[in-house]
């Protein structure tokens, strides 16, 4: 159970580091108040994209504006005008008049007028400016109305983008008396009439109105950030834009153009609604200038939040806990970090695809969905935080992906060549299965007798002599622009021309095979420093069309090349002893007059109908200038007494069923002359032929070890050929080389 829970912990590493990583990051952001104001911004969109409530008729506004101005002849209305309206209005018997203009001095004529309206009536309060320093700033509220108490506070609250999104209950004046804001006054003085008063809930210093709690706004709420948050403050719900009330102008009530119960039983806001008394603020819902809300219908807009709560139902703006926030935060780092990691091999190391698009779009749409819902339900969420931890999420964890491509990369590089992985990585199409036919040239080498050498030896030095070997000839072959298409063992198959094709992929790859020839003799003395026998090796290279493309299955694919080219440079390959390079007439058609051709002879391959050219090079000049040495007449020796033998030809890798005897009557540095048996020629192998020959022990006729040759194209007496020996056990080769050197 461990082990699973390790592997799992493992397998979603991603997720565990980045998504926590992402939430405190963007907690920290947070707290810094950067977010603060996109989190407004995305608080005003859902407001305006929220269906707006039906209009509150228990509040109506008489609303002061330009034509009142025109209509009076004056931009100050004398208080005799503010007496005659609130006569009219107080005739209709509303429940609480709000005079939402300052009146702290005496504007004849009528001023006594006014003062004995105020006098005579409970049910009309005056407003006051508290907030601000209360030399300069401060307005009192009308004195016939302060001496009674009939006094509110009309005081905003501005968000550091100048928007009134919060709403002040009350306020503590210098002698710590509370006073209420005028919303506040005008809904319980509405409330009061239906017998529900506030009440602190019980261990709290908020109110409760009926069952509804208030709960007051706390410094980081919401999308807050160490806001101020003195004073009883809360959000602000609006109904919806301006205008949320019903409103008549100050002349309508003056020439009496309103219904005769307009006003009965309701609240009454009077108060400026023009651009000339500059009581125009800006809202979550204001686009433009004219969107702009009148501070009364501000006021207006607060009451109806509180009677809408206490009676109807309608839920004030809540926030959730700090702990909670930071949890929703961290599920939607979660969900950016999974939906991503989920699709790393989906859509590759290919940063976007389709289906990881549209899985983010997806998870987008549903946290902007589900926050709104909750906004619908009078939730205000983190929107902005969470949006930037699911987003920061996924492009954290896709930078991941595409850092680790480099590695991806280095890693396919190990098997396949750059171009190959740059065509996987950086072309869809180049992942498609299918083939393309081309005209190539290939190069294929394989090392003499190291099938023998490492059948005597332990696998893990078979494969260390293999990884010095391959890597050496794998550098070679890239700096020649050669695609490796794979490792056989000991062989390797090399493409010039896909999938990347250029004019000089046949005079590349020969080129290629003269360096990796030059190569041996530093490879041999780390062989002889680790005390092994040197490695030979044969190169074949041919030129023709085969297809390349994506090989397999959908589940599982490989960059190859098919065709009867590639097993006709198998087949040339074949014929080479080591140190060989041998080509394909097809390919010296290529590279005319730029080779060293050190021979040349035709060849009858198995499976190919007509007799074909082969040509052996030497070296290659032009851009390259490779060379390698001349090859010297071999001397072979005879020897004092010729050695009996037993030898079975080959068939391409297999053995041969029958065995023949013989003897081997001269020696060289790198061969033999062997003489068939003496009582005829059966079993005598042709030119370029692979035989095994085991040397009989002259006493007990029993064979010894294997020695593999190939049979030269030298002209030998009748039943002789030659030999060049491609594996010998490091014995036997040094007992034939004190012999060879014996017999010179």
Known sequence: MWQRLRQSIWEWRGVWIVAPSLTVLVLGLRLTGVLQGGEWAAYDQYLRWRPAAPRDDRIVIVGINEDDVRALGQAIIPDAIYAQVLRRLLAQNPRLIALDVYRDQPVEPGHQELVQVFESHTNIIGIEKMVGDRSREAVAA????????????????????????????????????????????????????????????????????????FPPLETNDGGYVRVDAQGYQILLNYRGPTPQFAVVSLTDVLEDRIPANWASDRLVLIGAVSESFQDLFLTPFTRTPSQRMPGVEIHASLASQILSTALDDRPLMKTWPEAVEGLWIALWATIGAMLTWTQRYAGGVRSVSWQKGGSILLASVVLVGSSYLLFLANWWVPIVPAAMAFGGAA???????????????????????????????????????????????????????????????????????????????????????????????????????????????????IACAIAMQQAMPRINQQMAAWGLPPLSMGIGINTGDVVVGNLGSTKRTKYG??????????????????????????????????????????????????????????????????????????????????????????????????????????????????????????????????????????????????????????????GHYYVRFTAQPPEIAQYLQTLYRSCQ
């Open 395 to 509: 492009i954290a964890i896709t930078a991941y992906i595409a850092r680790t491509a480099g590695d991806i990369r280095q890693t396919f590089g190990r098997y396949l060549s750059d171009e190959i992985v740059a065509n996987l990585l950086e072309h869809p199409e180049g992942l498609k299965l299918g083939g393309q036919r081309r005209t190539i040239t290939l190069l294929t080498s394989d090392l003499r007798g190291f099938t023998a050498l490492s059948e005597r030896l332990p696998p893990e030095e078979v494969v260390r002599v293999l990884n010095f070997y391959l890597e050496a000839m794998a550098d070679i072959i890239t700096d020649y622009g050669g695609t490796i298409d794979e490792f056989m063992g000991d062989g390797i198959l090399v493409m010039f021309g896909a999938p990347t094709q250029r004019a000089d992929d046949p005079e590349r790859a």
């Open 561 to 718: 090349v098919v065709g009867s080219q590639v097993n006709l440079t198998y087949r040339i390959e074949s014929y080479t002893t080591g140190g060989q390079i041998l080509i394909s007439e097809s390919t010296l058609a290529c590279v005319p007059d730029r080779l060293r051709i050190d021979d040349q002879k035709q060849v009858q391959p198995k499976g190919v109908k007509d007799p074909i050219h082969i040509y052996e090079i030497g070296g290659i000049g032009g851009n390259y200038q490779l060379f390698l040495p001349e090859k010297i007449e071999e001397v072979f020796c005879p020897l004092p007494q010729p050695l009996a033998l037993r030898y079975t030809l080959l068939e391409g890798k297999h053995v041969g069923e029958n065995q023949f005897l013989g003897q081997l009557v001269k020696l060289s540095a790198t061969g033999a002359e062997i003489q068939a048996h003496p009582f005829g020629t059966d079993g005598m192998p042709i030119a370029l032929t692979n035989v095994k020959l085991n040397l009989l022990d002259p006493d007990t006729h029993q064979p010894g070890d294997d020695i593999y040759a190939k049979v030269l194209e030298k002209n030998a007496p009748l």
């Open 142 to 213: 009308p004195p016939a109305l302060q001496a009674k108490g009939q006094v509110a506070f009309n005081d905003l609250l501005f968000d550091r983008d100048r928007v009134v999104r919060r709403a002040l209950l009350t306020l503590q004046d210098p002698n710590d008396e509370t006073v209420l804001s005028v919303g506040t006054y005008a809904a319980l003085a509405y409330l009061a009439a239906a017998g529900l008063r506030p009440e602190l809930v019980e261990g709290t210093d908020y109110w409760q109105i009926g069952p509804t709690p």
